[in-house]
Every structure is written in structure tokens, then in C-alpha cells.
Antibody, heavy 129, light 107 residues
Framework: EVQLVESGGGLVKPGGSLRLSCEAS????????MNWVRQAPGKGLEWVSG????????YYADAVKGRFTISRDNAKKSLYLQMNSLRAEDTAVYYC??????????????????????WGQGTTVTVSS | DIQMTQSPSSVSASVGDRVTITCRAS??????LAWYQQKPGKAPKLLMY???TLQSGVPSRFSGSGSGTDFTLTITRLQPEDFATYYC?????????FGPGTKVDIK
């Protein structure tokens, strides 16, 4: 079965750290860029970070730059998010998401669309004293 | 950063109705737009990409249009399972940004 399963969420005090994990199954993990997207309670979706299949390209939202670190282990088919210096505003459900889909454009070129075609069920992070 | 807006923020509709949601980007994003559906307590689901290409398995009552800065998502013949929140997302440049969402609820 093709799926993403997140873990590692929990309650942490402001200034604390947490490491999220996302385990992939059912597809060739190393072929896909992966991302973290979060959703604060009752709010919309916010892209947090992403990296390419080989980890050559890594990107962060300004809100987390310098505090969060994204990484992956293709042998373990796993994605990680190390979150340090956590703040109350980091409270959210964190989803890992596979970038895609690949498609043929009108010129017949095989391209990657930078959407999020597959999502995990999410893991909840609460930052509170 | 590219800002995304959506209208309306919510819409009440009945089964069988036609619903149109608008998404606007703060700058030209060509057709680099995706739409998602999210139900309460669930992860978002990709509906459409490249502004108008249906993701595999998505019913044909969903359609998208637009390019540049203005886009629409249309649901014809609304079904009970379509009551959800819909988000647009620009895929033109990092940081990827989402619209604030449009909630479609039952009239």
C-alpha cells in the first residue's frame, strides 16, 4: 500500500525541541521530493520545508528558517523534521507530503508539478508551558 | 512571496448545485496552480494541478480553469461527499503558498 505515516508529535514547552518522522511505503522513496506542511488549529495550510530526492536541494519557509532542519534517509524510506527553539505559533498538525505528480505537458515533456500529491495522516505538535 | 486569496470564504449549497470558487494570485503564476479538498480531521487531497488537470481518481464534476492570476474551481452537481474546505496552492515559486480556504457547507 502506498502511504506516508508520521510520528513524533507531542506536547513541548516553548524553547524546546522535537523530531518528527515520516515513514514511506509502497513507492520508490528516493525518486520523490518530500515536504512538510502544517496546519494550525482552525487555520489554513502552510508549507514549512521541502527537499529533493537526493537531498541536494533544501528549502524552508521564513517562519522556520534557522530553527527547523529537514532531512531524509532514503535507505530507511524516511523523512525527518528536527524542530528546535519551538514557539507557541508552531503549534499545528504537521503533515508530510510527497511532491508531484509527474505528467506530460502539452509539448510532450515529462515534468514534475510542484503540488503535494500524497499526504500522511498528520502528527500534532503542541507548544505550551 | 506570492499571496493567494480565495472567494468566497464560505458558501452554503445544496446537493445538486453548481459551486464556483475563485482563487487569485498576487502575481502571474501562469498555470502553476493546484486545488485541494480537505474534510474535517483529514489530510488534504489533491484534486487538480496545472490549473485544470484532474488528479487521477477525481470525479469529472470537478473542473478548473484560469491562468496568470485568476483561477476558478467549479463543482457541478454537488454531491454529499463534496462538502469540505477547498484550498488553492501556487506552485510557481518557493515558498509555496496556499489560499485561506473556502468552506462548502450544506444549506
Amino acid at each position: 500500500e502506498v502511504q506516508l505515516v508520521e510520528s513524533g508529535g507531542g506536547l513541548v514547552k516553548p524553547g524546546g525541541s522535537l523530531r518528527l518522522s515520516c515513514e514511506a511505503s509502497g513507492f520508490t522513496f528516493s525518486n520523490y521530493g518530500m515536504n512538510w506542511v502544517r496546519q494550525a488549529p482552525g487555520k489554513g495550510l502552510e508549507w514549512v520545508s521541502g527537499l529533493s530526492g537526493s537531498s541536494s536541494y533544501i528549502y524552508y519557509a521564513d517562519a522556520v528558517k534557522g530553527r527547523f532542519t529537514i532531512s531524509r534517509d532514503n535507505a530507511k524510506k524516511s523523512l525527518y523534521l528536527q524542530m528546535n527553539s519551538l514557539r507557541a505559533e508552531d503549534t499545528a498538525v504537521y503533515y508530510c507530503a510527497r511532491k508531484g505528480p509527474y505528467y506530460y505537458d502539452n509539448s510532450g515533456n515529462y515534468r514534475l508539478f510542484d503540488a503535494f500529491e500524497m499526504w500522511g495522516q498528520g502528527t500534532t505538535v503542541t507548544v505550551s508551558s | 512571496d506570492i499571496q493567494m486569496t480565495q472567494s468566497p470564504s464560505s458558501v452554503s449549497a445544496s446537493v445538486g448545485d453548481r459551486v464556483t470558487i475563485t482563487c487569485r494570485a498576487s502575481q502571474d503564476i501562469s498555470r502553476w496552480l493546484a486545488w485541494y479538498q480537505q474534510k474535517p480531521g483529514k489530510a488534504p487531497k489533491l484534486l487538480m494541478y496545472d490549473a485544470s488537470t484532474l488528479q487521477s481518481g477525481v470525479p469529472s464534476r470537478f473542473s478548473g480553469s484560469g491562468s496568470g492570476t485568476d483561477f476558478t474551481l467549479t463543482i457541478t452537481r454537488l454531491q454529499p461527499e463534496d462538502f469540505a474546505t477547498y484550498y488553492c496552492q501556487q506552485a510557481n515559486s518557493i515558498p509555496f503558498t496556499f489560499g485561506p480556504g473556502t468552506k462548502v457547507d450544506i444549506k
